[in-house]
């Protein structure tokens, strides 16, 4: 694989020339670096401050201190949600947008796609390379903004996006990116939060607080965020993290007392339950 055929620079999308240390845009003047093989296309010093607060804060996250890839019951959840909606995803080129710890992307590749992993928090890509490389994924990390992707236009047959659009201070741009590096025949994943009023109001003060610790700026209905995608229909809805999961995992923090499994099973037996539910899963077909 060439990575010039799929990237471009983020800010003019022109094509980038690949020099001995980076890459470099003629027609902006533009230099980017590569840093332990990721490509590190953002400039960091023009980011939001939201978005530098949030580099800080994901960078600190337990999950990338471990070398050892392990996937929770409720991300096997989010996964099966995936290849139900799109089962054909070998010898597909997926953009896992804002991949976090990556689970997302090592089993979909595991599946025969190929994904492009990308981020802010290098220290994540950092460890999601190494385990893609161990384990002879086809997986390519790279650092950069949603809000302006550096890919080009059409490239992508399916597009990630768990739990970032809330976290945006540019969220039209980041739909217009979506929208430009889509095929026209694509499928997408979003995931959000849901808004405050579908909540258990026995935890909505606790929703609050973990919303401004975690930087989340706004929070959606189903209806709200499908007719933010405009050209996209919506092929299906679910609802993840109700009260009993909520107050289940708050209790597993203190002491082990309930099974992982046995809570993502129960969970998901009201996935189609808006009341009282903490997030909302659509996917959508071009």
Not at 148 to 176: C, G, M, Q
């Amino acid at each position: 694989m060439n990575i010039l055929d799929y990237i471009c620079c983020p800010v003019c999308k022109s094509n980038l020339e690949k020099k001995e240390r980076g890459f470099f845009c003629f027609d902006c003047n533009k230099n980017y670096e590569i840093m332990d093989e990721i490509p590190i296309l953002v400039d960091f010093k023009k980011i939001p401050d939201h978005s530098a607060g949030q580099i800080n804060y994901f960078k600190k996250e337990k999950i990338i201190e471990n070398p050892e890839f392990k996937l929770d019951e409720w991300q096997k959840g989010y996964v099966e949600k995936f290849t139900a909606n799109f089962p054909d995803v070998k010898n597909k080129t997926i953009l896992d947008c804002g991949a976090g710890s990556g689970y997302m992307s090592v089993e979909l590749a595991k599946k025969g796609a190929t994904v492009f992993a990308c981020d802010l928090t290098l220290k994540g890509l950092k460890r999601l390379k190494k385990i893609s490389v161990n384990s002879n994924l086809a997986i390519k990390t790279i650092c950069c903004s949603a809000e302006e992707l550096p890919f080009k236009n059409e490239t992508f047959d399916y597009f990630i996006s768990n739990a970032v659009l809330e976290h945006l201070p540019r969220e039209k741009e980041a739909i217009a990116e979506i929208n430009r590096v889509c095929k026209k025949d694509a499928g997408l994943m979003i995931t959000v939060p849901l808004n405050y009023k579908f909540l258990n109001p026995l935890f909505i003060s606790i929703n609050w607080f973990h919303d401004k610790r975690i930087g989340h700026l706004r929070r959606y209905d189903e209806k709200k965020l499908i007719n933010k995608f405009t050209g996209w229909n919506a092929q299906d809805v679910y609802y993840t993290g109700h009260t009993k999961k909520v107050l289940k995992t708050l209790i597993n923090i203190v002491a082990e007392v309930f099974n992982e499994l046995k809570i993502e099973k129960d969970d998901r037996k009201k996935e189609k339950l808006k009341l009282w539910a903490s997030n909302v899963i659509c996917f959508f077909r071009r």
